[in-house]
């Protein structure tokens, strides 16, 4: 068996096209999605996803503005910023770009947000809306996961799912939103006791850990569905992921690769959430769901 690769770049091509018709009917009535992008420091991985999400952006009618810290800026600079996007009406979307230097204090920069917008969904609230099943914004790159299972016609109620990760960015919400579509649902972290005892079971296996080429070819169910959400940069320079994909690739059903899987799914939903908050605050219905 040999794996379809699932064509992250193709779905995302797709679902941005969706997303520009919604912007330029939110042009008709006057109304342009605002994305501003808070950036401290120069990581250079930092600013290099910076600008692919403000290409894409552009792409789709989306105006991203960079606003830009030294790294030794003072937290209070950054939060003041956020003040006043907040109160900005053409500004519909706040990305704050991580990771923050270490003595920016994460959880407060996020917490400052304004819920409405808060298009990365990582704010407190809308973390609480998900787990309650209410409406809120979800983190880009599960909701994206989810896109792409979707388009893909993966079969998720009653299957098996197993999730590698436990981070509030990917791994929590990911399990969420899989229980939301009645799979049934283990999440897997560095204290789970024979991690390929578990992982085999698994009809869907994300991976979101954060270690290049962990899971194996023995780790996986044959016929299982493959989603790698890791990125790991090797010393050779070259990019890798989670998963050990030419292995993995003669064993599973289907698989997305790295680069060119979910990585381009949560470039679209973050510009997708921006153009929903735009027609939240504008009063419009979109027809994209």
Known sequence: MTAKIIDGKAIAAALRAEIKRDAQALLARGVQ????????????????????KSRAGADTGVRSTLHEFAADAAESAVLERIANLNADPGVHGILVQLPLPARIRTERVIAAIAPAKDVDGFHPLN????????????????????????????????????????????GKPMALLLLRENATVTVCHSKTADLPDVTRRADVLIAAVGRARMVTANMVKPGACVVDVGINRLPDGSLAGDVDFAAVREVAASITPVPGGVGPMTVALLIANTVRAAARAAGMKLETP
């Open 33 to 52: 999605p605002g994305l501003a992008v808070i950036l401290v420091g120069d990581d250079p991985a930092s600013r290099i996803y910076v600008r692919n």
């Open 127 to 170: 973390l609480g809306a998900l787990v309650a099943g209410h409406a809120g914004f979800v983190p880009c790159t599960p909701a994206g996961v989810m896109h792409l299972l979707a388009r893909e016609g993966v079969p998720l109620a009653g299957r098996n799912a197993v999730v590698i990760g436990r981070s509030n960015i990917v």
